[in-house]
Structure formats: C-alpha cells, structure tokens
C-alpha cells in the first residue's frame, strides 16, 4: 500500500509565509469610516500577500515530495461578510488564483479545503443553514478560480446533535436537498470526535454517494463499544470509489490524557501504525493528513518514524509503501 502524507495550511520551517493574515472587521470598519478606499485596499493587500505566501509553499510541498496540502480558509480576510458584498475578490484575485491551480495541476497535488466550525448544515436554524451554504459557496468559488476539478473536495463534519442526534442526522439529509449541485460534488464528511462517529458519518456518506474522510484520532476518542476499525476501513474505503481520488485520513495523537481532544505538537507513529497496517488490507493506497501543531515538522517526523518500522519502506520525505 502507498501512503502519500500532508500537512495543515501553514510551514513552521518556511519563514515569513503566513497564508492566513487576516484583516478584522473592527479595523476594517474604522478605517472605512474615514477612508473607504484605503479600507477595501488593505484587504485586497492582505489577500494578495495570504495567496502570494500559499503559492509559497506549494512551491515548499513540491520539493519536498509533499502531494497533499490543506488551504487555511481565511485565505482572502472577509471575502463572505456582508460589509464587503461590493468587492469583486475574484476579479481582484483571480490571476493569483489561477497561478495557484496552474501549479496545483501540473504537479499532480491533492488540495482541500476544511471550512471552520460554524459552517454546519443540520442546524435547525435558518439564518446559520444560509450562512453555511454562503461559506461553502465562497470555497468552491476559490477552487473555481483556480481551475480546479471537482477532485478538489471541501471536508464538513456532520454538525451538531441538537438534543436529538437521530433526528439531527435526518435533517441532514433534508437540508442537503437544498444544498446547490455545484457545492454538493465537492463535499466529503468526516467523523467528528464528539457527536458524530464514523459509523454515523458512514450513514450518511452511503446514503448519499459521498466520499469519506476517516480521523483516526477522532475514532479513538468516539466511538461505540460494536464499532471497530476492521468493519469500519472496508466501507470507508468503498465511498471513494468512481472519486478519482484514493481514501484519505486524518491523524493526530492526544495532547495529553486529560485533554485528550487536542492536538499534540506531533503524532504518536507507535499508535498510529496498526491502523495503517490493517487499512492494507483494503486499499492498495491512502492520503494522509497529518493534523499536528508542529505541521510539516509533525509529518515529515512522522513519516520518518514509520519507516523505522518493519514492513515500511520510505520513498521520499513524504511517502511510504506499507510492505
């Protein structure tokens, strides 16, 4: 089995390449107060230099072997707030954007998006279904400008339980009838680690033909006692099937015992390891998203202690074949 590994947003080796600057709404409005023109400018200045710095490290990715990358969302500051619903972002970004997707392309790079936590679209209010779909919008506009194909996939939890997680998860389903087509062919779902198990995202996912994207560390943290990674992987790894794309996890190891939900600064390789012997089994490759505080330091750490183990052998920095 192939393993091609990534990291989250942002290079802690790469200096000066932040693409998450942000500009917030309260200095936004005060300038615009006095100067609207000079606010709108700082934004557009802002955006420019947060894509200028994701071009950055694509170019990082790539001569490090790193094929799978994760965009920050805040990549263009305020793109979707109501106050800047007259900036043309991607007339203004565009051919920074296609610039992004050109090289995307040509070095055959796997790209997501993960909208934030308030982009949920089981919830039983309105106004936060219409701002959800507002925001999912907005990233697939991103990968549009780009160029990118529907290969370029945005990853959703299912949401919250509301009191009620049966019923929440048939309104899933009811609202995602509303959601527009264009939206819908980017979408995976991934297990959270609080509510949603994999089995319950798997409901979902089967129900309505979308790809998977299994957290090992949330699996760990929630699950029923029925629910095992052996009956788990098959069904995961059957919803990419007709993708293009092969399965993709995510990895993460607890902070600490008591905030076992957090993210470490690295990733346990000894925890990890028999999922990843067991996922060979049923598929013969698999993307990894390591999700550390340590980022590209975590994986390529990461990738380097998996190889150390029997049965691993490394091809480059960010790459494994599971012998």
């Known amino acids: 089995m192939l393993l091609r590994f990534g990291f989250v947003a942002m290079s802690m080796k790469l200096e000066n390449a932040s693409p998450s600057k942000t500009v917030t709404l309260k200095t936004f409005a005060k ?10 400018e700082k934004v557009r200045r802002t955006a420019e230099e947060n894509l200028a710095n994701c071009l950055r490290l694509l170019h990082y990715c790539h001569a490090n072997h790193v094929r799978v990358f994760r965009f920050s969302s805040r990549i263009v500051p305020l793109a979707t707030h109501p106050d800047l619903s007259h900036w043309d972002y991607l007339g203004d970004l565009g051919p920074q954007l296609a610039k992004l ?23 039983p209010r309105e106004d ?3 701002a959800s779909v507002a925001d999912l919008a907005h990233h697939c506009r991103l990968f549009q400008a780009m160029g990118l194909a529907k290969q370029a996939k945005l990853i959703l939890h299912v949401g919250g339980s509301y009191g009620d997680k049966e019923e929440a998860l048939e309104r899933f389903l009811t609202n995602w009838a509303r959601l527009p087509r264009g939206i819908a062919k980017r979408m995976t779902l991934e297990n959270d680690d609080k509510t949603f198990t994999a089995t319950d995202t798997l409901y979902l996912c089967e129900k309505l033909q979308l790809p998977m994207v299994l957290d090992l560390h949330h699996f760990h943290c929630n699950h029923t006692e029925e629910e095992q990674l052996e009956d788990i992987f098959p069904r995961f790894v059957a919803t990419w099937e007709g993708s293009g794309l092969p399965p993709k996890l995510h990895v993460s190891s607890p902070k600490c015992e008591k905030e076992f939900r957090s993210h470490h600064d690295f990733v346990d390789s000894v925890t990890i390891l028999p999922a990843l012997q067991k996922l060979k089994l049923f598929t013969g ?5 390591v999700e550390a505080k340590q980022k590209d330091v975590a994986m390529f750490r990461l990738v380097e202690e998996l190889a150390g183990q029997p049965g691993m052998e490394q091809l480059d920095a960010a790459t494994i074949r599971v012998l």
């Open 31 to 40: 300038l615009a107060a006095e100067k609207p023109e000079a606010a709108l």
């Open 101 to 123: 997707g050109d090289f995307i392309e040509n070095n055959g790079m796997r790209i997501t998006f993960h909208p934030d936590h308030y982009t949920v679209l089981n919830s």
């Open 128 to 130: 936060v279904f219409t």
């Open 285 to 289: 490759q698999a993307h990894v998203m």
